[in-house]
């Protein structure tokens, strides 16, 4: 099989047959095989997906476990049914805008045999705000170098990105919190990664969303955990620019506790903070010392409730 369309889905009975659609209606000159992993909705998204399969038996593999079984879990599983040649990635609530996407990457990677994977521009719709905008590619040229993906935010929406065949999802994914950054980490490991200039899909943001639909902190502690598992699977390859976005989030999660009143809490984060990153805490003393007020000080702590409006920064420079 050239190209596998690797597709979870969870309560997206609002997108999915939208999101199906555009991945039937690719003209491609190669076969391609669609592998969907439906994890027990509670919507109406399984029986949308089945009646696909019903209407197009020959174009799609189902994984439909009895019961949740949770995303990573997911992804692993799914990914044991992928054969391409060729991986696709897309998600039950985005969707593709362009009939030759598929036939313009896959040809793309073949001309570039230097290339592991590639990805467009995106529009981006948040339903939360109700604005619609377009990606912006940032590097001086067309290939993303793995000192920005270590930023501390991820430049690749999933629907954009087609990859080649070369690595495979490891055992340990069913740790991480979410798939997409390792996934692309361990490929750039492998070859490069170049960028499209053209808009190929929809990335959609709404409150369900698997990573918008969290709350602050439990998105801070995801990426602590993230960065803390991929530093070691990564052989501490990254070490400096990972323990700076470690030593980010770890004075945003203290910042979070205080807002939140958990005290004990916010005292164990910073004194992880502490010891984290010594560059890191010089360059950003001010805010560390006015932490330090807010928990220990009282009788000065009036003068710091300013950083109690900050906001997160997930970008690091």
């Known amino acids: 099989m050239k190209l596998?369309?690797?597709?979870?889905?969870?309560?997206?009975?609002?997108?999915?047959?939208?999101?199906?659609?555009?991945?039937?209606?690719?003209?491609?000159?190669?076969?391609?095989?669609?592998?969907?992993?439906?994890?027990?909705?509670?919507?109406?998204?399984?029986?949308?997906?089945?009646?696909?399969?019903?209407?197009?038996?020959?174009?799609?593999?189902?994984?439909?476990?009895?019961?949740?079984?949770?995303?990573?879990?997911?992804?692993?599983?799914?990914w044991k049914l992928c054969s391409g040649e060729y991986i696709a990635l897309l998600n039950g609530d985005d969707y593709w805008t362009d009939e030759n996407k598929l036939q313009t990457q896959v040809d793309f990677l073949e001309e570039h045999s230097d290339t592991v994977m590639c990805f467009h521009r995106a529009r981006i719709e948040d339903e939360t705000s109700g604005t619609s905008y377009e990606t912006v590619f940032l590097e001086d040229e067309d290939i993303l170098p793995v000192k920005s993906l270590l930023k501390g935010y991820n430049p690749v929406m999933t629907p954009t990105v087609v990859f080649k065949r070369v690595i495979e999802v490891p055992e340990w994914f069913a740790d991480v919190p979410y798939g997409d950054m390792p996934l692309y980490l361990l490929?750039?490991?492998?070859?490069k990664i170049r960028y499209i200039d053209r808009t190929m899909a929809v990335y959609r943001i709404h409150p369900k969303g698997q990573w918008q639909g969290e709350k602050l902190k439990n998105n801070l502690k995801k990426d602590l955990r993230f960065y803390g598992m991929i530093n070691e699977k990564l052989d501490y390859k990254y070490s400096g620019q990972i323990r700076k976005i470690i030593a980010h989030r770890l004075?945003?999660?203290?910042?979070?506790?205080?807002?939140?009143?958990?005290?004990?809490?916010?005292?164990?984060?910073?004194?992880k903070l502490c010891i984290t990153n010594q560059n890191f805490i010089k360059d950003n003393s001010d805010i560390v010392t006015g932490i330090y007020r807010l928990l220990y000080d009282p009788a000065l702590a009036s003068r710091y409730e300013g950083l109690l409006k900050r906001e997160v920064v997930w970008k690091i420079d």
């Open 4 to 78: 596998s369309v690797w597709i979870s889905a969870f309560n997206h009975e609002k997108y999915i047959e939208q999101c199906l659609k555009s991945v039937l209606m690719q003209k491609t000159n190669f076969k391609f095989e669609i592998i969907i992993g439906e994890d027990c909705s509670t919507d109406n998204t399984r029986k949308i997906i089945s009646d696909f399969k019903a209407k197009y038996p020959n174009r799609f593999r189902l994984f439909l476990p009895e019961k949740n079984i949770g995303m990573m879990a997911m992804d692993i599983a799914t």
């Open 251 to 271: 004075m945003d999660m203290t910042i979070c506790c205080i807002k939140l009143k958990r005290i004990r809490e916010a005292k164990n984060y910073f004194k």
């Open 187 to 191: 490929l750039a490991e492998k070859g």
